[in-house]
Nanobody, 117 residues
Framework: QVQLLESGGGLVQAGGSLRLSCAAS????????MGWFRQAPGKEREFVAS????????YYADSVKGRFTISRDNGKNTIYLQMNSLKPEDTAVYYC??????????WGQGTQVTVSS
């Protein structure tokens, strides 16, 4: 079991940066693939990025590739999402997630990111 708590969201101007953090509890964190998802108003939740258990493999949605970076610190039970060159279309609630055997099954409560134009 993994419990997740996001932080770091806020209001930023277009072109700015934010770093999201996700603190995890649970003894299986260091062996769990983790990810970030987001949901904009009126839209379905979408995949943003994922990172495997030791950080050696990462994946990104095309819409954020080159601007966002996912990372993890297993010693601190925390994953991060560094977001640069933010655009208004990045506005959404961002969720941290932990993967089970076949899909992401652990979810945080979300943190709001608002990018003004």
């Amino acid at each position: 079991q993994v419990q997740l708590l996001e932080s770091g969201g806020g209001l930023v101007q277009a072109g700015g940066s934010l770093r999201l953090s996700c603190a995890a509890s649970g003894r299986t964190f260091s062996s769990t693939t983790m990810g970030w998802f987001r949901q904009a108003p009126g839209k379905e939740r979408e995949f943003v990025a994922s990172i495997n258990w030791d950080g050696s493999s990462t994946y990104y949605a095309d819409s954020v590739k080159g601007r966002f970076t996912i990372s993890r610190d297993n010693g601190k039970n925390t994953i991060y999402l560094q977001m640069n060159s933010l655009k208004p279309e990045d506005t959404a609630v961002y969720y941290c997630a932990g993967r089970g055997l076949y899909e992401f099954v652990y979810w945080g409560q979300g943190t709001q990111v608002t990018v003004s134009s």
